[in-house]
């Protein structure tokens, strides 16, 4: 790829990127399926892309939130938005490491940096107005009422589980941190941030910025971060190599290549169900109607497979 050819990617590493699939969460696993995931990206960098890389980060953050549960009658609670940057800053270290030995371990020296994140969001949502995203462990109805009353949690039923907190899930608007993401990559840094949909905040009346308990959608976010830095392409990474009509059954259809008018014919089919690709055709949407001009949809295994066509499902705007 030469260098008038170079094209710059924002790539979206789904949770199985770093957690590892036999349900092992320790930190030797992470590091070691972290690595695994990162060859593909790492041929990326060969090819000369350069890259910004985001995450996911539902078992960590979850993990978080057990523990500062399981502590409350020995530690102050924490804000989610705190827990969302402790983890952006522990995976993002686990990503950074495993990259930065991985390129020079394949004669690379690129610099890797990682950079804590915030993303706006509006105070209005009706996603804050009327939460819905259970987090955290379950409890019994007297429990979760007393911990809702002294910690000003919302508290819903889970009917596959019990009472739980649930907190909102605020649309992006657009990235705090977009310049100095820009120029580090101008520089030639691989930048790693907005990790776990990024830390959101609103911004008041007087332009001071100001947490939201809440949680973001990580592809929502990868689209916004794509967008706001005029990335070309945006690779979003999960556990299937295609996308595919009537997933799971006999008459399963993998799709090559997929515009904006027809995922829209999809998504009203309801083929794309909102637990599973659904968020990530409305990112990959929103950041073609935005002067995206394409989009992949592909496992972090064969990624570089999927570069050349050989697999994964290719979105544009036409």
Not at 163 to 178: A, D, E, F, H, T
Not at 241 to 265: C, H, M, P, Y
């Amino acid at each position: 790829m030469n260098s008038r050819m170079v094209r710059t990617a924002v790539v979206a590493l789904g949770g199985n990127a770093i957690s590892d699939p036999s349900g092992d969460n320790s930190i030797t696993h992470q590091f070691a399926q972290t690595r695994k995931s990162l060859v593909g990206i790492i041929d990326l960098v060969h090819k000369g892309y350069k890259l910004v890389i985001t995450h996911g980060n539902g078992p960590q953050v979850g993990e978080g939130l057990l523990r500062m549960e399981l502590s409350l009658d020995q530690c102050s609670p924490r804000p989610l938005g705190v827990l969302v940057a402790d983890t952006q800053g522990g995976l993002g270290y686990m990503i950074e490491q495993s990259l930065q030995n991985g390129l020079r371990w394949t004669g690379i020296q690129k610099p890797v940096v990682t950079l804590v994140t915030q993303v706006v969001v509006d105070k209005d949502d009706p996603e804050l107005l009327t939460p819905s995203k259970f987090i955290g462990k379950a409890y019994n109805q007297a429990d979760a009422e007393a911990l809702g009353k002294e910690h000003g949690w919302v508290i819903k039923i889970d009917k596959a589980r019990g009472y739980r907190r649930v907190v909102g899930s605020p649309k992006p608007l657009s990235i705090v941190n977009r310049e100095p993401i820009r120029l580090l990559m101008e520089a030639g840094y691989i930048v790693i941030c907005s990790g776990g949909g990024g830390i959101p905040v609103f911004v008041m009346e007087n332009g001071f910025y100001e947490g939201v308990d809440a949680v973001i959608d990580k592809d929502r976010a990868a689209a916004v971060l794509a967008n706001d830095i005029e990335a070309q392409d945006l690779f979003m990474l999960t556990a299937v190599d295609k996308v595919a009509l009537n997933f799971g059954t006999s008459d399963q259809k993998d799709l090559d290549r997929l515009n904006i008018a027809e995922a829209k014919q999809y998504m009203s089919q309801g083929q794309f169900p909102a637990g599973s690709m659904g968020p990530k055709i409305e990112a990959a949407i929103q950041f073609l109607e935005k002067g995206g001009e394409r989009v992949l949809i592909s496992s972090a295994e064969n990624v570089i497979d999927a570069v050349h066509g050989e697999t994964g499902t290719w979105m544009y705007p036409d």
